[in-house]
């Protein structure tokens, strides 16, 4: 096998959303969105022959890519648990959120993802929900007046879903 049939096989759902959208530059952003909603990430590969497929430059595609905080290079988990720390969920509480996450989840500032690729943890600017303080939410599931009990409770629920182990 040749190796550009190797690599349109490897990208065969990016390939198809690039179609989908007839190739075209303007295209971008929509066309990344699909594509981190694939792999939930953008990794430095896809991002090339994305480039190379809409025939732009290459530092283009990952300016766009790193510009918007949408956007993320480093691969998430399945379950993306965002933690509010704006003013009132910090006040009440957010970081003693966080880091019984990151203890019951064996997790830290610099390693924000467990190795099972099922969690990564979060801290946000503001989730809008300053009433429900402290606020988290698990990729569309919104919990409020969280607290550490809580918080290990809904992932206990989340690994025995899975059927795994936390």
């Known amino acids: 096998m040749q190796e550009a049939e190797l690599k349109t096989r490897q990208f065969e759902k990016v390939l198809a959303i690039i179609e989908e959208h007839q190739s075209q530059r303007s295209r971008l952003i929509t066309i990344l969105q699909q594509v981190q909603h694939e792999y939930r990430y953008l990794p430095q590969e896809v991002l090339t022959y994305i480039a190379t497929a809409l025939d732009m430059p290459v530092a283009e595609v990952y300016g766009v890519a790193t510009f918007y905080a949408h956007f993320t290079l480093n691969p998430k988990g399945k379950y993306v648990i965002k933690v509010c720390n704006g003013t009132a969920c910090h006040v009440k509480g957010s970081m003693k959120l966080v880091d019984v996450l990151f203890d019951k989840l064996k997790l830290n ?18 989730l809008g929900a300053c009433g429900l303080a402290p606020v988290m939410v ?29």
């Open 109 to 126: 500032e610099q390693k924000n993802t467990t190795d099972d690729m099922l969690f990564t943890v979060e801290t946000v600017s503001c």
């Open 138 to 166: 698990i990729n569309e599931s919104v919990y409020g007046q969280v607290d550490g009990k809580k918080a290990g409770e809904i992932i206990d629920e989340i690994v025995a879903k899975e059927g795994g182990v936390s």
